[in-house]
């Protein structure tokens, strides 16, 4: 079975975010645009996407060439093996739509509970920082 090399990010590792956490083109290839369904909220200065849904989460689709990007991912996200359970964060497989089509990527989905965090009505976090991000 191939190992999955895709990824789709929404939030601070989108290229068009102003202070972008890590530079990803060190360890993929930016492809393009996408959505994935499901709800994006604002964390605490960050954003946290819950999948699934009718709503659409817009994102960057990456190729990843260099599989130690994850590693570095799951550290940034405190979803690796040194972080104890409930992580913030899980590393999981969903659907984006790219390019009229179905792909499957790696998306870092938020996995705590959403009840105070406010749902961001666009999907599109760097829209909703209105470039302050």
Same mark, same amino acid.
């Given at each position: 079975?191939?190992?999955?090399?895709?990824?789709?990010? $929404?939030?601070?590792? @989108?290229?068009?975010?102003?202070?972008?956490?890590?530079?990803?083109?060190?360890?993929?290839?930016?492809? +393009?645009?996408?959505?994935?369904?499901?709800?994006? $909220?604002?964390?605490?200065?960050? &954003? +946290?996407?819950?999948?699934? +849904?009718?709503?659409?989460?817009?994102?960057?689709?990456?190729?990843?060439?260099?599989?130690?990007?994850?590693?570095?991912?799951?550290?940034?996200?405190?979803?690796?093996?040194? $972080?104890?359970? &409930?992580? %913030? $964060?899980? @590393?999981?497989?969903?659907?984006?739509?790219?390019?009229?089509?179905?792909?499957?990527?790696?998306?870092?989905?938020?996995?705590?509970?959403?009840?105070?965090?406010?749902?961001?009505?666009?999907?599109?976090?760097? %829209?909703?920082?209105? +470039?302050?991000?």
């Amino acid at each position: 079975m191939k190992r999955q090399n895709k990824l789709f990010v $929404y939030g601070t590792l @989108r290229r068009d975010c102003k202070f972008r956490a890590i530079n990803l083109e060190e360890y993929s290839l930016f492809l +393009g645009y996408g959505k994935v369904k499901g709800r994006l $909220y604002e964390v605490d200065n960050y &954003p +946290g996407v819950v999948l699934g +849904g009718k709503k659409e989460v817009i994102g960057e689709l990456y190729e990843v060439f260099d599989f130690e990007l994850f590693d570095i991912l799951d550290r940034y996200e405190e979803c690796s093996r040194e $972080y104890p359970p &409930p992580t %913030e $964060y899980k @590393r999981v497989v969903c659907k984006v739509k790219f390019n009229s089509k179905m792909v499957n990527a790696w998306v870092y989905e938020y996995n705590l509970d959403t009840s105070t965090l406010q749902l961001i009505e666009s999907g599109d976090y760097v %829209e909703f920082k209105n +470039g302050k991000v």
